[in-house]
């Protein structure tokens, strides 16, 4: 349980910090959006961090089991997944990058998820068991 409160206190900030940044921001997106879809080496470089931060928290916490713990998990699957995606296809993630930047609806949509993850993450996190 250590290590899904120690990486769950790290996540669940990050996630909502990302959140609030994109609401506060909602009208720059689409001009970031169009600018990162600009530049493929922005696209493979945050593919690579991505890797790297998944990959350590599925080696330090690959757990399947025992509840919530389960969500630091497949948020770190997902982390790493989705790095390899940049890595591997940066040509077609910009193209998804723009049309989802112009998507007002989506972004807010997609913050918000973030937002709930984020929270419930922290909390769990941060609070007494």
Do not use: E
Request: charged residues 10%; aromatic residues 8%.
């Amino acid at each position: 349980m250590t290590s899904s409160k120690t990486i769950s206190g790290l996540l669940g900030p990050t996630l909502v910090a990302m959140a609030v940044a994109m609401l506060l921001n909602l009208g720059s997106m689409p001009a970031i959006a169009t600018q990162v879809a600009r530049d493929l080496a922005l696209i493979y470089v945050s593919g690579i961090l991505l890797f790297v931060a998944g990959l350590a928290i599925v080696r330090a916490h690959n757990v399947w089991s025992g509840g919530w713990p389960v969500l630091i998990t497949v948020l770190g699957w997902l982390a790493l997944l989705g790095g390899l995606v940049r890595m591997f296809f940066p040509t077609r993630l910009a193209g998804i990058a723009a049309q989802v930047g112009a998507n007002r609806a989506l972004l807010v949509g997609c913050a918000i998820v973030m937002l709930v993850l984020g929270g419930f993450v922290s909390y769990k996190a941060y609070s007494r068991d």
